[in-house]
């Protein structure tokens, strides 16, 4: 059973969880409830839970100055927020659920489940990346699944992004190389503001890491890694237009 406690500055909103958590969500054990950050504290140290339901803007503070305060956390965070898209964004790129208000009983469900299987495997999300990626608009790091877990990789790592029929390969520098079961989509519209260019329906290219553009055979990229990557037609003309902009 998951000990969960949730902390919300609305009653109502507390009211809400607490009930859907108890119908909805078996496994979980509702162990306690705030409404600020101090009585959050304090719920936090004397309950001990493994799943906090947090909300970020609180009249005394915010969820993320409560976690800044718990530097060896040992429990699932699931943010609960009406919060702007910068913070959707920075945990997108983090992998750190959270749900958006008004909560979709579904989205609810799926979220417990994933916090329930992290807390059995005892690998804990990674505050401190997404706190890191808060802080700009381009986050240095994106979270990549793995079989153990996340692998939080610098965004300037990344060579290029290749898609593999339902899955996508990342291929980094010094040859690694990581297979993620999500499709090229997924990371495309994370990794554009990061300098990343698609310059084919399955390339999703570095911009970075381009060594030079080859005419013959139809046009492609030589990466920093030497490879080579065919440049769409369509996609041609605007590709050497942003390359010149970087280089100029």
Known sequence: MVKTLVIDDEQDAV????????KYCPDAVLVGSATNI???MAEITCKKPDLVFLDIAMPSGNGFELLNQIPDRGFEVIFVTAYNEHA??????????????????AELIDAVNKAGQAYARARFNNISVLLDNLRTDCPSK????TAQGYEYIPVDQIIRVEADRSYCCFHL????????????????????????????????????????YIRRDGGYIEMS?????????????????AM???VI
């Open 244 to 246: 010149r902009s970087i």
């Open 173 to 212: 520098n010094c040859n690694r190389k990581y297979l993620i079961s999500k499709c090229l989509n997924d990371y495309h519209p994370l990794l554009e503001s990061k300098g990343f260019f698609r310059v084919h329906n399955s390339h999703l290219i570095n911009m970075k890491h381009v060594k030079s």
């Open 38 to 40: 101090s009585d959050g």
């Open 88 to 105: 959707i964004q920075a945990f997108r790129y983090s992998a750190i659920d959270y749900l958006l208000k008004p909560v979709d009983i």
């Open 225 to 241: 890694d030497n490879s080579q990557v065919p440049v769409s037609r369509a996609r041609k003309d605007i590709f050497l237009l």
């Open 15 to 22: 009211d809400f969880l607490c009930g859907a958590i108890s």
């Open 142 to 145: 994106i979270s990549l699944p």
